[in-house]
């Protein structure tokens, strides 16, 4: 596991130039070798010893995870600092969480209530998922999103709550956060341009006889907007 981790990082930053400035200088490597060690200790039953490594954890490297949660292989918490895994939660192979990201429950319910994450899921820094969630693999969610629902796999997350956008089956670098998309800007400029038709209409009527309703968004095939389910979609949560 510790080799798999290794080569996340070195795939993945290109801050990381050596193995020994990888081994005592990444926080994340860190908390998930004290976390494998504890969650060890936490499913044979030994009490209070799997938390107090986890709490000496927290303190060296301001990641906290608890004992019971489960880790994949090649996962990558980057910087890392404000990390937050709570008991019951599930991270997926090849993950990859940034700075500030909570894996949280939402009450004091017990049992599962923490979120599963799939495979090669990216988390933006700050962003939270909460609850018993299923999220599906090649998710990225979006820096500073609040996820309350599941999220299929293959998508991209953003905003709060979080909106399920698509790539348009486009391929691109997990690590380019800027190119993720805005709904919000997208639904408010769809909605701009339905205004500005309205009022070309209403122009019309003051000027001329009846004409043929205008359509905004319906020429799908050509490229435009389908503005009914982008706006329906926006409005729903985006299918979360």
């Known amino acids: 596991m510790l080799l798999a981790d290794l080569r996340t990082i070195y795939e993945r930053d290109p801050a990381a130039r050596n193995w020994l400035e990888v081994l005592f200088c990444y926080p994340g490597l860190q908390a998930l070798v004290f976390h494998r060690l ?22 060296l490297t301001g990641i906290e995870i608890h004992p019971g949660a489960k880790i994949g292989n090649g996962v990558f918490i980057d910087h890392g600092m404000g990390v937050v ?10 993950a990859l969480i940034y700075q500030g990201v909570t894996l949280g429950g939402t009450g004091k319910e017990t049992g599962k209530r923490h979120p599963t994450l799939g495979n090669h899921v990216v988390v933006g820094a700050g962003a ?21 629902r599941d999220v299929p796999s293959n998508t991209t997350v953003v905003g709060i709550p979080g909106r399920v956008t698509r790539q348009d089956k486009k391929s691109i670098d997990v690590l380019a956060h800027n190119q993720l998309r805005d709904v919000e800007a997208e639904v408010i400029r769809v909605l701009f341009e339905r ?8 122009e019309q009527l003051d000027t001329n006889p009846p004409l043929s309703p205008i359509l905004v968004g319906e020429e799908i095939d050509n490229g435009k907007w389908n503005t009914d389910g982008l706006i329906d979609d926006f409005l729903d949560g985006a299918g979360i």
């Open 38 to 59: 504890a969650h060890w200790l936490h499913n044979k039953g030994l009490p209070f010893i799997p938390r107090f490594i986890s709490q000496i954890s927290r303190f």
């Open 128 to 148: 939270k998922v909460l609850g018993n969630l299923q999220i599906g693999d090649h998710v990225r969610i979006g820096a500073g999103s609040v996820v309350l």
């Open 85 to 94: 895994i709570g008991e019951t939660a599930i991270v997926g192979d090849e």
């Open 195 to 202: 205004v500005k038709a309205l009022e070309k209409r209403v």
